[in-house]
């Protein structure tokens, strides 16, 4: 797909443990095109973190490592750029947001010189310029009287409050894709609901690309236009939204949407599939969902399934996609 | 934090307070009659009373002990046995170099002990790490007094680069301060910069491995700004901690580092002063020592609360 922002070919992730190399994502592959809301979703403990920081570098080497793949942004792979050029794309043409607010704002600094820093390091702009545009942004997130918040440290701000900020920064230089990790799930459940719109919005007005990765279909319902199923560091399925709830054809995204909360309802997440993730140290072979799936035969055991092509934009990594045809959504 | 300096300046009166109280014991304390130790074996009956009289020791306890409180306030602490001037004047005139020797130390400390540490944090087990931390170790285990010796012995006999002693006041001449007392310095330094360096290590260690870490690189900042701002500002809390205790540490060192490179300062004043028995002399140099020493705590517990922002000072009253 030449019109792809970003195109994630084969990435493939491992780190090295005490117990030998765990292969944390295991040839994943896809594509967010400019202005789309692309949903991540999987288990927690699924890879969905370790693809998001391999594109960017930010996984730390060691243990990580990334063994093959690319991760083609505007045309140059991120994988294989200079870290200094790397660098100029970092908070410029991609921003970030992390799972956990609490702990990803540094304490030691007054959060409008975080996004300040920001701006004065790509944006090439002074400290009152500078300054101006982080009371700007506050405001934009959603954060009342910014003028005089800027001052403030981070243990001063609520979480939900601390994952504004973040926004602020990661928002700070007009990036073309925003890659959000679980942004509201360490948060209570209105401020996530808070949260997600503000995204929603900024997404609107900034026509930026976003990389959503959640463990909640209830969040991906809300927001992607497209999404990307993974399981045990390989992806499922991929499906446009509608596809996705009308006619998902991996057994595993089946489970998951028979195990689906609302947003209000988060807390019984995606538990209702008999069993758990496998052991990353040590995965069953074939397809990793075998043991876990109803469909599963002798041949799913044996062999990793290809990925199989049912429409435009809709695939997954299953054998039996003829078997799982005639879902129902409940 | 003007207002939590006063504060914590008026907790410091009761140590001092109870400092001083030991201060005073002490002369109470010398089994025997303090007058007789004093003379010496060859004073006659006469100059034993009259020293008793001198120190008052002739009055009742409570009368003894407000007069010593009394010329306290008023900055006197008497006359030394020995030299026949006031306490306070030839502590006076010694302090400075002390405070130099330990102010450079405590400079060399910092330099080279957070170098090492940061290089060693960030090349996290390679040979560098363990290149570094062996060198730390070596430091930590070699006696400063031993260390001086050596240095006098290569740098001064053998090269002949740097005098063996004397002390040159800075404000006199640099170069004179510089070629007189890098030797001390870096004898006294050694033990601490190991101990800093060790310290400032699994501070960055611990530091770098945290969120905001990984929201700085996300950022696009350049390493150096990753490591030298974002995580050293944090590392900083824990340190500081320390530097305060080795400034304290550094201060008492130096009276031995002193003595070995003839440097006249505290070191050899008090030494002096507790070998020949000069109790005011003692007295008075265990008041200013431990005094300087609380400086130094409510310095570094300044320090602390301007590195860690989490510290409620006198924002919140
Ligand atoms: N620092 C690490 N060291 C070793 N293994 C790790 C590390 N971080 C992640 N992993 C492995 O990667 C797998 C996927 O983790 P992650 O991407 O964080 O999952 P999630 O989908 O919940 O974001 C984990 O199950 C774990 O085995
Ligand atoms: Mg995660």
């Not at chain 2, 170099?97 to 957070?114: D, Q």
């Amino acid at each position: 797909m030449s019109d792809a922002l970003l195109s994630v070919r084969n990435l493939t992730t491992a780190f090295a443990t005490e117990s030998g190399r765990t292969i944390a994502v295991d040839d994943v592959s896809f594509d967010v095109r400019a202005g789309e809301a692309v949903g991540l979703i999987g288990e927690s403990g699924s890879g969905k973190s370790v693809a998001a920081l391999s594109i960017l570098g930010l996984l730390p080497t060691p243990p990580a490592r990334v063994l093959a793949g690319s991760a083609v942004f505007e045309g140059r792979d991120l994988l294989q750029m200079p870290a200094k050029e790397l660098r100029r794309i970092r908070g410029k043409r991609i921003g970030m947001i992390f799972q956990e607010p609490m702990t990803s704002l540094n304490p030691v600094f007054p959060i409008g010189e975080q996004i300040a820093e920001s701006l004065r390091l790509h944006e090439r702009i002074g400290n009152e310029a500078a300054r101006k545009r982080a009371i700007a942004l506050l405001d934009r997130v959603g954060i009342p009287s910014a003028s005089r918040r800027l001052d403030d440290y981070p243990h001063q701000l609520s979480g939900g409050m601390r994952q504004r900020v973040m926004i602020a920064i990661a928002l700070a230089c007009d990036p073309k894709l925003l890659i959000a990790d679980e942004p509201t799930t360490a948060l209570d459940v209105t401020v996530q609901a808070q949260l997600l719109d503000l995204l929603n919005d900024l997404r609107r007005e900034t026509g930026m690309a976003m990389l959503l990765i959640t463990h909640n279909m209830g969040v991906i319902a809300e927001f992607a236009d497209r999404v990307v199923v993974m399981y045990s560091g390989r992806v499922a399925e991929e499906a446009p939204i509608e596809t996705l709830f009308d006619a998902p054809r991996h057994p595993y995204t089946q489970g998951l949407l028979g195990a689906t909360p609302t947003l209000a309802q988060t807390e019984a997440r995606l538990r209702t599939i008999p069993g758990s993730l496998p052991d990353p140290a040590a995965p069953p072979p074939g397809c990793r969902f075998a043991p876990r799936c109803s469909f599963a035969d002798a041949e799913c055991s044996a062999a990793r399934p290809a990925e199989i092509s049912l429409a435009v934009g809709h695939r997954a990594a299953c054998r039996r996609t003829d078997a799982t045809k005639n879902w129902q959504a409940a | 934090m003007l207002a939590f300096a006063i504060k914590r300046l008026l907790h410091t009166i009761p140590i001092l307070a109870i400092v001083s109280l030991i201060a005073f014991g002490m002369i109470k304390l010398v089994p025997g009659d303090p007058a007789v130790v004093m003379g010496g074996t060859n004073a006659t009956a006469a100059e034993i009373d009259q020293i008793r009289r001198n120190l008052g020791l002739d009055q009742p306890f409570h009368v003894q002990l407000g007069a010593f409180y009394w010329n306290l306030l008023h900055g006197d602490l008497g006359n030394s046995l020995l030299l026949n001037v006031p306490v306070t004047s030839a502590i006076i005139e010694r302090l400075p170099a002390t405070l130099w020797l330990s102010a450079y130390a405590m400079l060399l400390t910092l330099i080279f002990g957070l170098a090492t540490g940061i290089i060693a944090a960030l090349r996290h087990n390679t040979w560098v790490d363990q290149a570094a931390t062996t060198l730390a170790l070596i430091g930590v285990s070699l006696p400063n007094f031993w260390l001086g010796l050596v240095m006098i012995v290569v740098f001064s006999v053998h090269l002949g680069w740097l005098p063996t002693s004397g002390f040159v006041d800075p404000a006199e001449s640099i170069v004179g301060f510089l070629r007189t007392a890098t030797m001390p310095a870096a004898a006294l330094a050694m033990l601490q910069i190991g101990l800093l360096a060790r310290i400032t290590r699994s501070a960055m260690l611990e530091v770098l491995r945290q969120d905001y870490v990984r929201t700085a690189r996300a950022k696009g900042l350049p390493e150096w700004v990753v490591v030298m701002k974002h995580a050293l500002a944090n590392a900083m809390i824990p340190i500081v901690t320390v530097v305060g205790l080795i400034f304290s540490v550094l201060i008492s060192g130096s009276i031995v580092i002193e003595t070995i490179f003839t440097i006249p300062g505290m070191g050899a004043l008090l030494g002096n002063a507790i070998l020949r028995r000069d109790y005011p002399m003692i007295q008075g140099g265990l008041l200013f020592v431990a005094a300087a020493l609380m400086l130094l705590n409510l310095l570094a517990d300044m320090l602390y609360a301007y590195f860690d922002p989490r510290v409620q000072v006198d924002r919140d009253g």
